[in-house]
Structure formats: C-alpha cells, structure tokens
C-alpha cells in the first residue's frame, strides 16, 4: 500500500499563495499518477491537477494559470503551488496517488489540508 500525507494548508488572503505537500510512502516504487482534489462544504470533490510519472500535468479550468502540480519521485513528495488564490478556492485539499499491485491500478488518499480564502 501507499500512504500519502499532506501539509502547508492554512488560512490566506485572496491573492496569495500557499504551497501544498503530499509526502509518499510505503510501495512508492509502484505509484503511477498523482494529483491534487479538493472538497468544498456542500459539494463534491473535484479534481484540482494531475501529473503523471512523466511529468504529464492536467489542471481544472478554475485553476490554470494559477496552479502549478509538481512531483519530487526521489523525495516521494507531490507539491501544489498555488498562486491568486480566491474565496472559491476555499476547501479542503486532498492527494491522490494510482498505485500498482496485483495486476491493477489502486486508489490511496491522504487525510486533506484545509485551506481557507478570505476576502
């Protein structure tokens, strides 16, 4: 299995940043796709961005030119750079990793980081 924990969440105001992290471990050997969801109260968690092992990246409309995925494979880390943030960024962020085990591709989330927007 893998285990994923994120950090760097907290509380900002609209047009900053903030740097998320998502630390690997266990089968890192075996991981595929990263990304980042976010769930904001009352709706559905959504896809934020993407990177595959080569370093293919894949964002949300609501976030490009304003996100930026990226993954350290040696560090087992997942960062998400976030930049303008708004009010309708606030939501709790999620990682995701795709793993590989007996024959099929498997689903481990971390436990989500809270990041708030004010206005």
């Known amino acids: 299995q893998v285990q994923l924990v994120e950090s760097g969440g907290g509380l900002v105001q609209a047009g900053g940043s903030l740097r998320l992290s998502c630390a690997a471990s266990g089968r890192t050997f075996s991981i595929n796709a990263m990304g980042w969801y976010r769930q904001a109260p009352g709706k559905q968690r959504e896809l934020v961005a993407q990177?595959?092992?080569?370093?293919?990246?894949n964002y949300a409309d609501s976030v490009k030119g304003r996100f930026t995925i990226s993954r350290n494979n040696a560090k087992n880390t997942l960062y998400l750079q976030m930049n303008t943030l708004k009010p309708e960024d606030t939501a709790v962020y999620y990682c995701?990793?795709?793993?590989?085990?007996?024959?099929?591709?498997?689903?481990?989330w971390g436990q989500g980081t809270q990041v708030t927007v004010s206005s």
């Open positions: 990177i595959s092992r080569g370093d293919n990246t």
């Open positions: 995701n990793a795709q793993y590989y085990s007996g024959g099929s591709y498997w689903p481990s």
